[in-house]
């Protein structure tokens, strides 16, 4: 680890989620971090940025409820943080929106900034008045903040302010509203080439009624019947998700998972391939153009990179070779239905995590702003991944400087 990864060299500078998530990656002992970065803040209880970099560490160690109650301390005493460019003098200063909450609250941009020219400026903004302190000067504007129930009313009040906004904004908030599954799914339920099921809210009380026998599942659901997917509202990265194929099934679902009431449903669509195994991307688009993030392997329907034996199985990594370095037919034969995704939902910058269908389809999974892209991977395990990653970056750059270039032109 280089000296600008390590996340306690000063106590002055807010390091954001990249240096912890380099830790994590790497193996190496994150708890040591976290308990260094404990002592430096016992000892400079005022220092606003050690408290957030504690908050993100603890939150990397599991410790959610923990990590927010910090990052709520450091909210107090400030709302705007620094993460400065590794390249000095900075480029390009881009101010971020952001809302209090965990690691998947708001677009890890630094993640795919690391060692860039570009100025990170992140202002958590306050419910009621979002925009009460001074604005801190910059180029553009990117809203990072995820679509999730909490954000719905803090996403609609910036939507009048940014629509005049005298510099470029990035990823409109009404946009990105249309990122929650329900709203997702029905936009592009007849998008050419995709294939993504309806996604409906159920509550607690009616999937309780299903399971027990008294209602029924295809009549409540206009049709869906089992195998069917479940998961709570605003679950991220696959927490309480799960493939319910009996009325038993969702009987011990329901059980197991308390503390929720309401819950997305659809149709489980079987993705596997001819060899059983499945198979998913995620994309990056950024202005309407399509690059690669990665791709996972897995025996179980349910794929994350992490767990998927893409560090152990050589071989999967070959084909995730394979799949990088010829994205470009993949984004070919999927242009039209990468085009209306984009279309449809209106986004600037944001990932889509899908498959291919066995009938050819895009099958879409998740489509949002808030997804990791990095470029942290040990190079001696995926030495194919730089490459890419690096195409996402001097894409995501440029699209900047594009913007940036348009609004001058405009104003003359």
């Given at each position: ?8 060299q000063?106590?002055t ?9 380099r830790?994590s990656?790497?193996g ?24 957030m970099n ?11 409820d ?20 590794s390249?000095?003098?900075?480029k ?9 909450g ?8 630094e993640?795919?900034l ?33 679509e ?28 990105i ?6 709203v ?14 309806p ?11 299903i399971?027990?026998?008294?209602a ?14 479940l ?16 009325l038993?099934e969702?009987?011990?679902?329901l059980?197991r ?12 669509i ?5 060899d ?5 991307f995620?994309?990056?688009v950024?202005?309407g153009?399509a690059?690669?993030?990665h791709?996972?392997v897995?025996?179980?329907?349910m ?10 199985d050589?071989?999967?990594r070959?084909?995730e ?15 039209v239905?990468?085009?209306a ?17 066995p ?6 999974f ?12 040990p ?15 001097r894409?995501f750059?440029?699209?900047?400087f ?11």
């Open positions: 680890m280089n000296q600008a990864d390590h996340p306690i000063s106590e500078l807010f390091r954001g989620l990249a240096p912890f998530l830790i990656i790497a190496a002992d994150l708890r040591s971090v976290g308990q260094e970065l404990l002592d430096l803040a016992n000892n400079n209880a005022d220092d606003a940025h050690l408290w504690l908050s993100i560490a603890m939150q990397c160690l599991g410790q959610r923990i990590g927010l109650s910090i990052q709520q301390q450091a909210l107090d005493m400030q709302r705007i943080y620094r993460i400065p460019a390249e000095q003098p900075a390009f200063r881009l101010l971020m929106l952001m809302a209090a965990d690691l998947s609250a708001n677009t890890p941009l993640c795919l690391e060692n860039s020219d570009i100025d990170l400026i992140l202002y958590y903004i306050t419910p009621g008045d979002p925009l009460a302190l001074p604005i801190p000067e910059h180029d553009a504007l990117l809203v990072a903040i995820s999730v129930e909490l954000n719905r009313d803090l996403l609609e009040s910036l939507a009048q302010p940014l629509a005049q906004w005298p510099k470029p904004v990035i990823n409109a908030p009404m946009h509203l249309s990122t929650e599954r329900s997702a799914s029905a936009l592009l339920q007849d998008a050419p080439g995709v294939l993504i099921p996604t409906l809210h159920a509550s607690r009380e009616v999937l309780l009624d399971a027990a026998g008294t029924s599942l295809p009549e409540l659901s206009g049709g869906i019947d089992f195998p069917i997917i998961r709570p509202h605003d679950s991220q990265a696959g927490r309480d998700l799960d493939k319910i194929s009996s038993d969702m009987a011990a679902y059980a998972v308390t503390g929720d009431e309401e819950f997305f449903l659809s149709r489980f079987d993705y596997s391939g001819a059983g195994l499945f198979r998913k995620r994309i990056t950024i202005d153009a690059f690669a993030c791709m996972a897995s025996s179980h329907w794929v994350h990179y992490v767990n998927a034996g893409m560090y152990e050589a071989r999967k070959e084909e070779a394979a799949f990088m370095t010829h994205f470009n037919d993949f984004a070919q034969r999927h242009r239905a990468l085009d995704v984009h279309r449809r939902l209106g986004l600037d910058y944001f990932c889509i995590d899908c498959a291919e269908s009938d050819g389809r895009l099958q879409i998740e489509a949002d702003h808030v997804m990791v892209v990095h470029a942290m991977d190079e001696d395990m995926f030495p194919y991944k730089q490459i890419h990653i690096r195409k996402v970056q894409a750059r440029d699209y900047l594009r913007l940036t270039a348009t609004t001058a032109e405009a104003g003359r």
